[in-house]
């Protein structure tokens, strides 16, 4: 998640933001938000369905905490048109996040509110010349078109490696900080966990570590990169990718492409890695079934010492529209956080 530029939309005038956001991420993010908070100096106030509108903040010992937010109280309305009401109505600086409205603003017919996409709009018209902010917060967010162009869309990334690894130190503090656990990892151990970690979000990891802290009798150690890889495979098999065994023989034949693989072998190199030089994108395999198309993908993975992940398009589609193109973003999204990976895409035609 990308805090500064939320931080310049918002000083820019672009008054609602429709934050895209893994639900195991909630809590971080909403941290996140705080900081967005203190520094465009407004008070965050954060609504849900079942809580209502709640002031918050966020404390490093205790993290989130809510306090019921004076005058606010529905008296049996329409919670969701009278927390827009609520909005357009407040006359102090604020940064509002309303948590899971999206599917109501969606595409969906069956929960489409067209009054509640009327009064959001009109509210959105009116923010951009107030101190008041807007973020709307939840998992899969697709709005309807018209409220494509007055709302920015932006999604929380994957971490990236360094982000992984500073999520690491702070829980090996946090591990040490109890007498009763401690890390016993090796700098050979934590960089395999980064690789293990990449496509889990920070909760994910965390709760990976935790686990494997439990598994190893309080202590952290080298183990932890297995559970995180489990925790890894887990999350890919729901989103219809696989990873793939190195093969157990090797290819015949096609000497030239075994060229081109060595060849390409040392552009995988750390140090070539770090150096930005251009790596392979892609890799047109085509030939009648049994002729070894898919063993020559994952041999591929094997030599180059990256994961195979290996996606099937059928389990992508889907009934509803929309969705079939928001399951590839989102794998391609984990892909692309994997990355160094091969994506092996079989029955591509």
Known sequence: MNVQKIVN?????????????????????????????????????????????????????????????????????????????FIQQHRDKALFVLVDIHPYLGADSTRLDLMLIRKLKSLTFDLKSSFKRVILLGQGMKLASDLSDLVYHLSADLPKPEEIRSSLNLSFEDLTRNKDFNVALTNENIERLIRSAQGLTLEELWDGLRLATLQGGGTLNGAAC?????????????????????????????????????????????????????????????????????????TIGHLWNVPILKLDLGNLMSSFVGDSEANMRRLLKTAEAVAPCVLLIDEIE
């Open 226 to 298: 297995e559970v995180i890889y489990h925790l890894k495979v887990e999350k890919l098999l729901k989103l219809h990718l696989e990873l793939s065994q190195p093969p157990n023989v090797a290819i015949g034949g096609l000497q030239p492409l075994k060229q081109w693989i060595t060849k390409r072998t040392k552009l995988f190199n750390a140090s070539i890695v770090e150096s930005g030089l251009p790596k392979p994108k892609g890799l047109l395999l085509v030939g009648p079934p049994g002729t070894g198309k898919s063993l020559v993908a994952k």
């Open 9 to 85: 939309l918002f000083k820019a005038s672009i008054p609602v933001v429709a934050l895209d956001a893994p639900a195991v991420e909630e809590r971080s993010t909403l941290e996140k938000i705080i900081d967005i908070g203190s520094q465009i100096k407004s008070p965050v106030y954060v609504w849900n369905l079942a809580e209502g509108m709640r002031q918050t903040n966020c404390y490093p010992e205790s993290g989130l905490s809510y306090a019921p937010m004076n005058g606010y109280n529905n008296g049996g309305q329409d919670p969701i048109l009278y927390a827009v009401d």
